[in-house]
């Protein structure tokens, strides 16, 4: 059964996947240490893919696909005809900077699905990368989070602007769906709705 809930007119359903995410060949990464510790999180901006990875890519001559951000950069002439006919769509780790993508796409609304991988669920980077996606960028299709989504992070990737979430394998969409009804009026403004709880409600004389 598929893990991807989607949002349709603000109605969650558990749909079929329609893309194929497209990954990165494997690679030997050295775990950085500080203070005796292993760090947890990549640094925002910092290069962990190598050029040999990016050339080995597989892309899949046809149907649609999700591209990793530094192939979709660097090998984007052999993709110009796929991208206009909306058969190609971008996923990011949260450590990678989405000015590497709006210098080589300027019209982001030509892809009709950007995603952001989270590999742990701890780290809240994805919230803010949806919510730049969809005020400072107007990102307007289809914006999925997947790798290590838990249930308790849907409502909170839902108000920062997230219409589709890959639910962890080992995990149920069908239980993890009910917690976008968590709560029926969170009081701070957001994406899927900007105004305070203040400012909606007139509360009279």
Sequence with gaps: MSNLIKLNNGVASIVADDWTLVQLPATQVEERKQAGKVVLFKLTGEATVTEAQIADTVIPATGKIILPLSVFVARNNEIKDRIAQ??????LATHELLENLT???????????????????????????????????????????????????LFFLKRSGFT??????????????????????PYQGAVDEPRPVFKRYNRGA
């Design 86 to 91: 909306g058969e190609i769509g971008v996923w």
């Design 103 to 153: 210098q080589k796409q300027a019209d982001l609304n030509v892809l009709p699905i950007i995603a952001i991988f989270v590999e742990r669920f701890a780290d809240g980077r994805i919230f803010s990368l949806g919510n730049l996606l969809r005020t400072r960028f107007g990102f307007k299709n289809e914006l999925r989070a997947f790798g290590d989504v838990l249930r308790d992070q």
């Design 164 to 185: 589709s979430y890959l639910v962890r394998a080992d995990r149920s969409a069908q239980e993890a769906i009910a917690s976008l009804s968590d709560f029926t009026k």
